[in-house]
DNA sequence: GAGTCGTGGTT
DNA sequence: TAACCAAGACT
């Protein structure tokens, strides 16, 4: 595969990302967590941004974990920014601020699988490890004709053996660029490009489509559908009052609003008033209700949202303290902070 | 093995 | 509109 692949990688590669154009340990681990389920396209501008803020191991090692999310706001899986800001500080202290040289020191770091850990040490090092990651899979999965679910364990030992088998030595890294360019551009999920693709004269499910269609993720079970009511509360200067979220669940860390009821909509004035006064005690302030928004929809990977926000008066003065994770702040410097997509957007429409 | 963890683009 | 899913890791 490397002999058909490498060739063509050189004509027709993305050569142009950035990552490409360095050799920097740092640069390279920095750009596969970002690409963990992410795509290249959304990927990109985080990649700048958060190299131009944290440029070296060090930066981000002291950098405070706000600093690291409110560059992350945006991009999703927030425990990958939680990771990376642990697994910088355990490099600087524990490797001397270079990526580790072996498979089992670079797997020890938070949030580095042997998929990515492969790739950084191939890409920084020269080193023959194959990666396996969505790209790599599709590819392998087809050109070997297997058959069943691609994330299955049969199948994963099956692909990891071909993974290191088709490896070549020493161009591990561009061979491992290939095939991820190829999936991209060829060996897509859906419409693979079979006529235009280098690896057709030994690839079994090319020889026979009805395997083409064999490639199927895991059935995903239907997303539960969930109920909540936010609380938008301004004082008279137009400040905000945003809540942080825990380290652990959804949204971990970031600034979102307070949660009024966690279960449902409350469409009813009264139950509002009532989850209103009962918040406003709980947290020494004096709130008085406004108007609910209409009901807006947000989709997480595993269950559906559906949401209202209630706007409220915020009468007392509220003094930023970390133990109670609430901040009173007004829009433009909220919107510097680390916050979840949709409070973001709904924010930006206040200002 | 299955569930958790986001978001935006494509179809 | 709704479904699909992308340079996965962790519990």
Not at 3 to 22: S, V
Not at 203 to 216: F, K, S, T
Request: glycine fraction near 6%.
């Amino acid at each position: 595969m490397a002999e058909l692949l490498l060739p063509w990688y050189r004509r027709c590669g993305r050569h142009d990302l950035p990552w490409r154009k360095t050799q920097d340990d740092y640069a390279l681990w920095l750009a596969e967590i970002l690409l963990q389920q992410t795509q290249v396209r959304t990927a990109l501008p985080y990649y700048g941004r958060l190299l131009a803020h944290f440029p070296r191991w060090q930066d981000l090692a002291s950098a405070p974990l706000d600093a690291v999310l409110a560059q992350w706001s945006g991009l999703g899986y927030y425990a990958r920014a939680r990771n990376a800001h642990r697994a910088a500080q355990m490099v600087v202290r524990d490797h001397g601020g270079r990526f580790p040289k072996d498979r089992a020191s670079a797997m020890a770091l938070p949030g580095v699988g042997r998929s990515t850990a492969a790739a950084v040490l191939a890409s920084a090092y020269g080193q023959d490890e194959a990666i396996l990651d969505a790209n790599a899979r599709r590819v392998l999965f087809r050109t070997a004709g297997l058959v069943g679910e691609p994330r299955s364990a049969a199948n994963d030992r099956r692909l990891w053996q071909l993974a290191a088998m088709e490896t070549p030595r020493g161009t591990a890294h561009d061979y491992n660029q290939a095939i991820q360019d190829l999936g991209a551009i060829h060996c897509r999920s859906r419409r693979p490009d079979c006529p235009g693709c280098p690896l057709r004269p030994r690839c079994r499910a090319a020889a026979r489509p009805e395997l083409l269609n064999r490639y199927e993720q895991t059935h995903r079970s239907d997303r539960p559908q969930r109920y909540a009511t936010l609380l938008l509360a301004r004082d008279a200067a137009g400040r905000v009052l945003l809540h942080r979220r825990p380290e652990h669940g959804i949204w971990g860390g970031l600034w979102s609003l307070p949660i009024l009821d966690a279960s449902q909509i409350l469409t009813d004035p009264d139950q509002r008033a009532q989850a209103l006064e009962r918040y406003a005690s709980a947290c020494g302030l004096r709130l008085k209700a406004q108007s609910l928004d209409p009901v807006r929809r947000h989709l997480f990977s595993h269950f559906q949202l559906e949401y209202a926000v209630l706007h409220a008066q915020l009468r007392a003065e509220v003094v930023a303290d970390g133990d109670s994770g609430l901040v009173c702040q007004d829009i433009g410097s909220a919107l510097g902070l680390g916050l979840p997509s949709p409070i973001r957007r709904l924010l930006e429409q206040l200002d």
